[in-house]
């Protein structure tokens, strides 16, 4: 990790400790919590942040912020985001989000425990850099950070026939 991204993970690390923060993201995660009981096909739900609940903490670059909860025992298949450097901290649970390189998954298990170093809590993901999550026994939370607007992030997929194919879709239409 390079100087300045380990910067702005710090800064994001620092935000996201306040306790005046996780007051505010708890009961997103709740919310979360409470969609994902509700589609029981689905490998993931999410909300996203107001960026005003972290105040003036954050690096300019970052322009929204998500809740993911990631089922348990649930992979989640292939996917980029073309228009976006994501940065995703594991907020509760563990799980191990993989990245694509050298033609192979490198894994990353990331863990949410506050003695953890920031390695072992946080994944940046650049843009076009396929990932997916593989989570274990129970429900993983994680907050993500984009550099795209929520009405802007584009999740890129695989078609299942023709791997050379994509799909895009926005997580939050305009």
């Given at each position: 990790m390079n100087p300045q991204e380990r910067a702005i993970l710090q800064t994001l690390d620092a935000a996201l400790n306040q306790q005046s923060v996780i007051t505010k993201i708890?009961?997103?995660v709740r919310q979360v919590e409470s969609k994902l009981a509700q589609d029981r096909e689905a490998l993931m739900a999410w909300e996203t942040v107001p960026l005003a609940f972290y105040g003036e903490r954050l690096p300019q670059i970052i322009r929204s912020s998500w809740v993911f909860i990631l089922r348990a025992r649930a992979t989640t298949g292939a996917?980029?985001?073309p228009n976006s450097?994501?940065?995703m901290i594991s907020y509760r649970g563990t799980g191990e989000m993989q990245v694509w390189r050298d033609e192979q998954w490198q894994s990353n298990l990331l863990v949410s425990r506050g003695d953890a170093s920031l390695e072992n809590r946080w994944a940046t993901i650049p843009p076009n850099i396929w990932h997916q999550a593989?989570?274990?026994?129970?429900?993983w939370v994680v907050v993500s950070f984009h550099t795209v607007p929520e009405q802007e992030l584009?999740?890129?997929r695989?078609?299942?026939t023709d791997p050379g194919?994509?799909?895009q879709r926005r997580y939050q239409e305009n």
């Open positions: 708890d009961p997103i996917e980029r985001h450097h994501q940065r593989v989570v274990p026994e129970e429900d584009i999740e890129e695989p078609d299942a194919l994509t799909h």
